[in-house]
């Protein structure tokens, strides 16, 4: 890797899973240090091994992002171990609740919502002060295509990561004068084991849900990492405020291949 983010220190949460855990190795091979946090200690503690066996350094944390005093340990452990953070990547989400507002039940709208905005709130809350006191850097809030359509039966999903969309732009008007970039990251389909569950294998996946993406194929979760880096790097300076849809085409597009000239 070429040391794009030499010298920075990122606190990641949802990093025991695939896109958290993809973004927080990248970041490690680019020279951030990286404080791994995740509700799965087993997956961060997996994560942070694979980055210190490759040569980069990270710590694991315990973390749920629905609990104000683990967010705030975690940032204070990122201090304490590495002296930051200057880079918070805000991943971690609750399971997807599926149903209208009149049949989906006020607990799972509740806990969604918490989880994919709350969350998001409270670890932007702790982080930030450390961010500005280290004298600036970025926050990256993972959103997701799905925040700027509607979808059947995904009330609270969509409804959440619309909402994370704008309170990146709210942050990024508040903290520009801070050194603070904030901006969001909105993933198309990635292929990971919590969204492959219904296919039995990659193939499968790709023929079914390549369908509506100019790519012809879902996403991959590198591909997400990339994008992460490129806001969290230097690169990234004159990026404030905005989101970076990474969704192979898929709003740009909103048919299937079969409705693409051959």
Same mark, same amino acid.
């Given at each position: 890797?070429?040391?794009?983010?030499?010298?920075? &220190?990122?606190?990641?949460?949802? @990093? $025991? !899973?695939?896109?958290?855990?993809? =973004? *927080?190795?990248?970041?490690?091979?680019? /020279?951030?240090?990286?404080?791994?946090?995740?509700?799965?200690?087993?997956?961060?503690?997996?994560?942070?091994?694979?980055?210190?066996?490759?040569?980069?350094?990270?710590?694991?944390?315990?973390?749920?992002?629905?609990?104000?005093?683990?967010?705030?340990?975690?940032?204070?452990?990122?201090?304490?171990?590495?002296?930051?953070?200057?880079?918070?990547?805000?991943?971690?989400?609750?399971?997807?609740?599926?149903?209208?507002?009149?049949?989906?039940?006020?607990?799972?709208?509740?806990?969604?919502?918490?989880?994919?905005?709350?969350?998001?709130?409270?670890?932007?809350?702790?982080? &930030?002060?450390?961010?500005?006191? @280290? $004298? !600036?850097?970025?926050?990256?809030? =993972? *959103?997701?295509?799905?925040?700027?359509? /509607?979808?059947?039966?995904?009330?609270?999903?969509?409804?959440?990561?619309?909402?994370?969309?704008?309170?990146?732009?709210?942050?990024?008007?508040?903290?520009?004068?801070?050194?603070?970039?904030?901006?969001?990251?909105?993933?198309?389909?990635?292929?990971?084991?919590?969204?492959?569950?219904?296919?039995?294998?990659?193939?499968?996946?790709?023929?079914?849900?390549?369908?509506?993406?100019?790519?012809?194929?879902?996403?991959?979760?590198?591909?997400?990492?990339?994008?992460?880096?490129?806001?969290?790097?230097?690169?990234?300076?004159?990026?404030?405020?905005?989101?970076?849809?990474?969704?192979?085409?898929?709003?740009?597009?909103? !048919?299937?291949?079969?409705?693409?000239? *051959?």
């Amino acid at each position: 890797m070429s040391g794009r983010l030499q010298g920075k &220190i990122a606190l990641v949460t949802g @990093a $025991g !899973g695939a896109i958290g855990g993809a =973004i *927080a190795r990248r970041f490690a091979a680019e /020279g951030a240090a990286v404080c791994v946090a995740d509700i799965n200690l087993e997956g961060a503690e997996k994560t942070v091994t694979d980055i210190q066996v490759a040569g980069g350094k990270a710590v694991a944390c315990p973390l749920d992002v629905t609990i104000p005093a683990q967010c705030e340990r975690a940032v204070q452990l990122a201090a304490e171990r590495f002296g930051g953070p200057t880079v918070l990547v805000n991943v971690a989400a609750g399971p997807t609740s599926d149903g209208t507002v009149v049949d989906l039940p006020l607990e799972a709208w509740t806990k969604e919502i918490t989880t994919n905005l709350t969350g998001y709130f409270l670890m932007a809350k702790y982080a &930030i002060p450390r961010i500005r006191e @280290a $004298g !600036g850097g970025a926050v990256i809030n =993972i *959103a997701s295509q799905l925040g700027q359509i /509607g979808v059947p039966r995904r009330s609270a999903y969509c409804s959440s990561k619309a909402a994370i969309i704008e309170l990146t732009r709210c942050m990024a008007i508040d903290h520009a004068s801070e050194n603070i970039r904030v901006n969001s990251i909105s993933p198309g389909a990635i292929n990971t084991p919590r969204s492959m569950w219904r296919y039995k294998t990659e193939e499968e996946a790709i023929a079914d849900r390549g369908r509506f993406y100019l790519t012809r194929r879902p996403g991959r979760v590198d591909e997400i990492a990339s994008g992460a880096v490129y806001l969290a790097s230097d690169e990234a300076s004159f990026c404030t405020g905005m989101d970076l849809l990474i969704d192979g085409g898929y709003l740009a597009f909103k !048919g299937t291949t079969a409705d693409l000239p *051959a």
